[in-house]
């Protein structure tokens, strides 16, 4: 089945510590996209990439870092110095086009403890 | 700047009438709009797309949207709520020669009463 993975599904942090997200896609995709959810304020872009080897900031890329090596993979690396961490991250592809819809992954939580 | 607006936080509506989602939006030229909707603990799933044409774009599960240019809005509507139809939904943008960001608003929870 075509489709966006993200994996772990719930992944716990200890503070000062790196972690990555991963999300793979096999829907031969060029562009992927980072998000973060907060409740009550929506989803907000934190990286994303239209095609292999590059990627721009989003609104809020300030403790994150991602890498698109490859067209399938858009990991995304939670840093030290991201000081609120605690929040729900969703990885999105599309075909790149503008009237093209989004496919998101199943998302993961991630949890400072 | 673009932007997304879902002016409710929360719509409650009884099973078996009429409900609208509301969603304005600002963008430079034409714009690409979209609706999703969001199950608990889960990814988004899409719903409807205005690209061009018909203001009335109807989508998966017996939603509809209306385009409506003079008024920048895009509101979701369904004849017939179900409690099934229970969830968070987001209305998102994209707008031409503004690279391949896709916008969305803070979401709007509805609720369907049984």
């Known amino acids: 089945d075509g489709g966006i993975t993200q994996s772990p599904k719930y992944l716990f942090r200890k503070e000062g510590q790196n972690v990555t997200l991963s999300c793979e896609q096999n829907?031969?995709?060029?562009?992927m996209y980072w998000y973060r959810q907060d409740p009550g304020q929506g989803l907000r872009l934190i990286y994303y990439s239209q095609i292999v080897n590059d990627f721009q900031k989003g609104d809020i890329a300030e403790g994150y870092s991602v890498s698109r090596e490859k067209k399938e993979s858009f990991p995304l690396t939670v840093t030290s110095a991201q000081k609120n961490p605690t929040a729900f991250y969703l990885c999105?592809?599309?075909?790149?086009?503008?009237?093209?819809?989004?496919?998101f992954g199943q998302g993961t939580r991630l949890t400072v403890v | 700047a673009q932007s997304v607006a879902q002016p409710e936080d929360q719509v409650n509506v009884a099973e078996g009438n009429p409900l609208t989602v509301k969603c304005t939006y600002s963008v430079s030229g034409n714009p690409y709009l979209f609706w999703y909707v969001q199950y608990p603990n889960r990814g988004l799933q899409f719903l409807l797309k205005y690209i061009t044409g018909d203001n009335l774009v109807k989508g998966s599960y017996g939603f509809e949207a209306e385009f409506n240019k003079s008024q920048t809005s895009f509101h979701l509507k369904k004849p017939s709520a179900l409690v099934s139809d229970s969830a968070l939904y987001f209305c998102?943008?994209?707008?031409?020669?503004?690279?391949?960001?896709?916008?969305f608003g803070k979401g709007t929870r509805l609720h369907i009463l049984p």
């Open positions: 999105a592809s599309s075909s790149g086009g503008l009237n093209t819809e989004a496919f």
């Open positions: 998102a943008v994209r707008a031409p020669n503004r690279d391949d960001k896709i916008i």
């Open positions: 829907l031969n995709h060029d562009a």
